[in-house]
């Protein structure tokens, strides 16, 4: 997700994948021209809801009968735990080796001062946790659909917990698969279950575009299986927040959804005004945000929902995601972390000038503004080089944000803060994180190996 979030691609072309790699300067750039996304054919929606779950999944239950409370921090320092991270490629994909994999993410975490992480626990269509709705992600076993035989989401929870941490599990709610990740679909993937079935009406429940898989967003059957799969989580594991991160429709093609947003067209009354096709779209993502919310509240009120949008709002916007709402309006979300993802020599899109925008944009008082920064661009070659100018562009990043009023950072991501290329604006960003409460936080002994 993150280090593609920021930016977007030409016009013609809108691969997750590519986003995130793309530079900087085509974000700016793209920004001012007023540039957009492109898109693929979906078909019209309707078919059976999916039926609600019907017992606890097997290793949820009773799991956390003895769980240890976290208060919620004064000031949210998280790091982002991308599905790469929680890969079990290369080892002998047991229990164990998953619970040493994660002891380890905490450990750094932990000695860095951060307090929060931010968890992928559905990065296509899948789950780190027994599902009613989604099949095992194949990152647990090397195959999709395969029992690990242990619940990883319960031991997360747990440890984190154990170790004084909030954990917010972060879902990608429409991508199913982009190019060969993953190799193969289970057969209870959606893709496969609305594909495969003998009814053909529900086909369009899923997109094809370009080479990913989507679920479509447009579908009431489908934003409730979203939903109902939030719910699952809230339901069965004591997590502090769900996160979404920042993908929503993946282009601005009229050829993404055309019989979709053709039907809806068709569907008015005589004389009634159709919504734009962004309108519409629009509308299709605060429904499922919304109703994504008022899930989360209805389960457990504690449990907050947020969002980490792209830096530049065009994008989002462009997307179908509006953060405007999001962030003016309560009944959306509980927080918004955009990706921040720039420094202040940028010379189209300076962080100060992108931060400023965020905290004008963020004004309802129920809306925490979290910001997220790049410490995968640290000491790189990243935006013309200007990441080298110094190594202390995320210290000053932390104290211009503080002094604008913010709840909080979010670091991307967790790999990161170990190594030698992003030491030192690590080991600085991470004293004025820390100052008052834990000053002595140092940069993790980059030599202790990490699955």
């Known amino acids: ?32 021209s007023g540039s957009i996304w492109a898109s693929a054919a979906l078909s019209r929606p309707q078919a059976e809801t999916p039926q609600p779950p019907g017992n606890t999944p097997q290793g949820a239950q009773h799991l956390f009968e003895n769980d240890v409370e976290v208060n919620p921090p004064d000031e949210m320092r998280a790091v982002w735990v991308p599905y790469m991270t929680l890969n079990m490629a290369g080892t002998d994909y047991s229990e164990q080796a998953f619970h040493d994999k994660f002891d380890n993410i905490i450990r750094v975490a ?63 709610p429409l991508r199913i698969q982009l190019g060969e990740s993953p190799a193969s679909l289970a057969e209870t993937n959606p893709y496969r279950q609305y594909r495969e079935d003998e009814d053909a009406s529900n086909d369009s429940w899923v997109i094809d575009w370009e080479d990913g898989k989507y679920l479509n967003p447009a579908v009431p059957q489908v934003r409730e299986r979203i939903i109902r799969g939030v719910e699952e989580i809230v339901e069965n594991y004591p997590v502090d927040g769900i996160h979404f991160d920042d993908y929503f429709y993946p282009t601005t093609s009229a050829d993404f959804d055309a019989v979709s947003y053709q039907a809806y067209c068709d569907g008015l009354g005589e004389g009634s005004e159709p919504l734009t096709l962004l309108e519409w779209r629009t509308s299709n993502i605060n429904t499922l945000v919304s109703g994504v919310y008022s899930a989360i509240k209805a389960k457990n009120p504690e449990v907050e929902f947020g ?71 640290a000491g790189s070659d990243a935006d013309e080089g200007t990441w080298k ?58 030599s202790v190996a990490v699955e």
């Open 1 to 32: 997700m993150k280090p593609q979030d920021f930016l977007h691609t030409p016009p013609s072309t809108v691969r997750m994948g590519f986003l995130k790699r793309a530079l900087p300067f085509f974000c700016a750039l793209l920004l001012l």
């Open 110 to 172: 932990k000695e860095c001062g951060l307090n929060t992480l931010i968890v992928q626990v559905r990065p296509y269509g899948d789950a780190l946790y027994p599902s009613e709705y989604f099949p095992w992600s194949h990152l647990l076993t090397g195959e999709q659909g395969k029992d690990p035989g242990y619940d990883p989401l319960a031991y997360m929870v747990e440890a984190a917990h154990r170790e004084g941490m909030q954990i917010h599990a972060w879902l990608n």
């Open 307 to 377: 969002i980490s949008p792209q830096g530049n709002v065009s994008n989002d916007e462009n997307m179908g995601a509006d953060v405007r709402t999001w962030g003016s309006r309560k009944g959306y979300v509980d927080y918004l972390c955009p990706q921040v993802y720039v420094n202040f020599e940028h010379p189209l899109l300076p962080y100060n000038v992108m931060a400023d925008t965020w905290r004008e944009l963020v004004s309802c008082e129920d809306v925490k503004l979290y910001y997220g920064l790049a410490v995968y661009k």
């Open 389 to 446: 100018n110094g190594g202390d562009i995320l210290k000053r990043e932390v104290e211009y944000s503080r002094e604008k009023g913010c709840d909080g950072f979010m670091l991307y991501a967790w790999e990161h803060l170990q190594g030698e290329q992003a030491a030192e604006e690590v080991q600085n960003v991470l004293k004025v994180l820390t100052q008052e409460d834990s000053p002595t936080s140092t940069v993790p002994d980059a």
